[in-house]
């Protein structure tokens, strides 16, 4: 009876404080500061590449060197593999634009990091009527890495821009713009190339809802609706771009990942799991209620096309060392989550499940795998503040 009151008047609580015009704005403004108070990014990486003789983040060398000739970049071998980058358009463009001024397009990488999260909760709020539902899915997945992660990296792979676009491309049903948003997202990173296909996922479970029709039949037709056609062209246009400008540029290009997964190897193996694990957290929650809605709602072919295009997921991440990275290009498949949960659950129920998975996103501490068995912790400001001052005062506690 104590825990049932707690979560009531938590809930009442909740509610009372989303109030106002700007309810939405708030909800996610107050999200993202406790985001970044749990997790604060490391911003002393990026002073340190600032400073004339600081250590410079290689990324960045490249994007740099890339901004300034497309077509023939120096240093491509640079400390790490550069060649994976080569076909990355969008951070040099703007390394070109701003004159390589790092801050500028990092603060804007932030700010499409905040109309992302705000996007989505205004998303969730259209399905739902709800604030509080709204609230507790807004607060559990800006603590989650495909949100820590637009503000953390400061190493310069850009990764909160493909995001954006790929959620623009989500929410959007104009050709034009899902196209456009889908190349930007594409230049960004390959791993949005494989998330074009979520985009169709998410596509089809919207429309076998709307027309509740969850026949093989239906959800074929599906793949040649509009939207998901523009995917398709898009997926086209990337590909005929990048096979010229590969022949007629880098015709002995390869990719050094290629070949067995890397994350199989000795080196690597021992981040598989807490990434698996680490990349959704408590949304793992929301993911298996609204498997388990589709079992029991017999949608049997709905719930096989989404466990293949999550074990496509999988299978991508596997072939890379930053696997929380590929992971976090998964976030339809919490939008889809979501969106089966709401549509089909009562809002008791709806609110439960939320509740859980907020309260472990919030207190999961944010780890993720780097590769080379190398998993970082992103302290939150209170031990960040220590580390300072033990640097600061010389008394090499975490030295």
């Not at 298996?288 to 072919?301: C, Q």
């Not at 096309?305 to 976030?331: E, K, M, N, Q, S």
């Not at 207190?363 to 220590?386: D, T």
Request: overall charge positive; charged content about 15%; glycine content about 6%.
């Amino acid at each position: 009876m104590i825990l049932e009151n707690f979560y009531k008047t938590l809930i009442n609580w909740i509610e009372s404080k989303l109030t106002g015009q700007n309810w939405l704005w708030k909800l996610t403004l107050f999200s993202l500061a406790l985001s970044l108070f749990l997790a604060f990014p490391p911003y002393t990486l990026l002073l340190d590449h600032l400073r004339e003789n600081g250590v410079k983040l290689d990324a960045w060398v490249f994007i740099q060197n890339q901004g300034q000739d497309f077509l023939h970049p120096k240093d491509m071998d640079y400390d790490v593999r550069r060649e994976n980058m080569i076909f990355r358009w969008t951070l040099p463009l703007l390394s070109l634009l701003t004159h390589h001024n790092i801050v500028l397009i990092l603060a804007l990488q932030a700010i499409l990091g905040i109309l992302f999260l705000k996007k989505i909760g205004a998303y969730i709020y259209n399905i739902s009527k709800d604030k509080v539902t709204t609230a507790l899915f807004v607060i559990a997945l800006a603590n989650t890495f495909v949100c820590v992660w637009t503000f953390a990296d400061v190493h310069g792979y850009g990764d909160g821009f493909a995001y954006f676009f790929l959620l623009f491309a989500l929410l959007n049903r104009n050709p034009i713009a899902i196209f456009l948003s889908l190349q930007v997202a594409f230049f960004t990173d390959e791993r949005a190339v494989v998330a074009g296909g979520y985009l169709l996922l998410w596509w089809m479970v919207t429309k076998a809802y709307e027309k509740n029709d969850f026949s093989f039949s239906f959800l074929f037709k599906t793949v040649f609706a509009r939207e998901s056609l523009t995917v398709i062209v898009a997926w086209l246009v990337y590909f005929s771009i990048r096979f010229y400008v590969q022949t007629q540029y880098f015709p002995h290009h390869s990719y050094s990942t290629i070949g067995t997964p890397v994350l199989f190897a000795n080196a690597h193996r021992n981040g598989l799991g807490s990434s698996v694990w680490g990349a959704f957290e408590g949304t793992w929650l929301l993911m298996i209620a609204a498997a388990l809605i589709l079992i029991l709602s017999k949608h049997y072919w709905l719930f096989i096309a989404l466990v293949v295009g999550f074990c496509i997921l999988l299978a991508t991440g596997i072939y890379v060392h930053d696997i929380d990275r590929a992971l976090a290009y998964g976030f339809p498949f919490l939008l889809i989550a979501g969106y089966i949960l709401i549509k089909t659950a009562s809002y008791r129920s709806v609110k439960l499940v939320l509740f859980f998975t907020m309260v472990i996103c919030v207190s999961h501490p944010q780890v993720f795998y780097m590769g080379y068995n190398k998993i970082l912790w992103l302290e939150p400001l209170p031990v960040k503040a220590m580390m300072y001052l033990d640097n600061l005062l010389h008394w090499n506690y975490f030295s």
